[in-house]
Nanobody, 124 residues
């Protein structure tokens, strides 16, 4: 049974930083990619970053490029999202999700397993 557990959300001021973590169980991440997806109030879900464990390649949406850094730890079966220079528009529920070798990392349909969300709130 595959389970993903996201944590690390919270309230931070504009310009601040947060580090989200995703712990996986029931799956070996070596064969997967982990994506971080966010959903702001009234908006559709958006894949903001993805890391492929097979080749350690990271992908970022333009909206977070240069501010967010995704990393993975195969030994610990975890993935992290370091978020710096946070903006009010980054306020959202953040989810981690796993997919097998997603071809289109930015597409929600590529992710088969989802964790519960963690709230990130950036105050202005």
């Amino acid at each position: 049974d595959v389970q993903l557990q996201a944590s690390g959300g919270g309230l931070v001021q504009t310009g601040g930083s947060l580090r989200l973590s995703c712990a996986a169980s029931g799956v070996t991440l070596d064969d997967y990619a982990i994506g971080w997806i966010r959903q702001a109030p009234g908006k559709e879900r958006e894949v903001v970053s993805c890391i492929s464990y097979s080749d350690n390649t990271a992908y970022y949406a333009d909206s977070v490029k240069g501010r967010f850094t995704i990393s993975g730890d195969n030994a610990k079966n975890t993935a992290n999202l370091q978020m710096n220079s946070l903006k009010p528009e980054d306020t959202a529920v953040y989810y981690c999700a796993a997919g097998i070798a997603p071809r289109d990392w930015y597409e929600l349909r590529e992710y088969d397993y989802w964790g519960q969300g963690t709230q990130v709130t950036v105050s202005s």
